[in-house]
């Protein structure tokens, strides 16, 4: 068994590096994969999940916004795609812990996806399917430290 992969730390200095970090880590991923972001309210989730998303070809950043009432937003790549659906979760207003069945989230789970979750703390589940945790925190008014930790399959 290889060693895991180990954790990365980048600092940010803007909005704009968030985006471009995200959109050099798109290059590294491929379905399925579950990609966790955890940090306080405006640590820059959404931020760095725009530039994921338009570096796997599957929106635009201006289209992607945090689908705080929806629950979940779907961006499907143009074809030829590198990955499958790309679905961004964001459970800031969920209380409790519900699981995906409850969030009707189980689906997403069953096809080849790229799922981002913002909260995840909210959630209790095995999502049977390698993860990537992403923790970001202010370090001041545009800085953010954004820590990276590759974790194999449950
Ligand atoms: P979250 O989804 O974590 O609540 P957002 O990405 O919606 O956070 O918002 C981050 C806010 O912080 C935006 O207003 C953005 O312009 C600002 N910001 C300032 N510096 C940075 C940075 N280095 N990286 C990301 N966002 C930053
Ligand atoms: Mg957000």
């Given at each position: 068994m290889p060693d895991p992969q180990p954790a990365r730390e980048v600092i940010t200095r803007s909005p704009e590096e968030t985006i471009r970090l995200g959109r050099e880590l798109a290059a590294e991923l491929k379905p399925p994969l579950l990609i966790l972001l955890s940090g306080?309210?405006?640590?820059g989730k959404t931020t760095l999940i725009k530039g994921i998303v338009a570096g796997l070809g599957?929106?635009?950043?201006?289209?992607?916004?945090?689908?705080?009432?929806?629950l979940i937003h779907k961006y499907q790549p143009a074809?030829?795609?590198?990955?499958?659906p790309v679905y961004h979760v964001d459970l800031?207003?969920?209380?409790?812990?519900?699981?995906l069945e409850t969030l009707g989230l189980d689906d997403i789970f069953a096809e080849n996806s790229i799922v981002l979750i913002e909260w995840p703390d909210r959630l209790a589940f095995d999502p049977g399917r390698p993860i990537l945790r992403i923790r970001l925190d202010h370090l001041d008014e545009s800085s953010r430290r954004i820590s990276l930790s590759p974790h194999r399959s449950p």
């Open positions: 306080d309210l405006g640590a599957a929106a635009a950043e201006d289209e992607v916004t945090s689908p705080t009432f929806t074809l030829p795609a590198r990955t499958g800031y207003r969920i209380a409790g812990l519900p699981d």
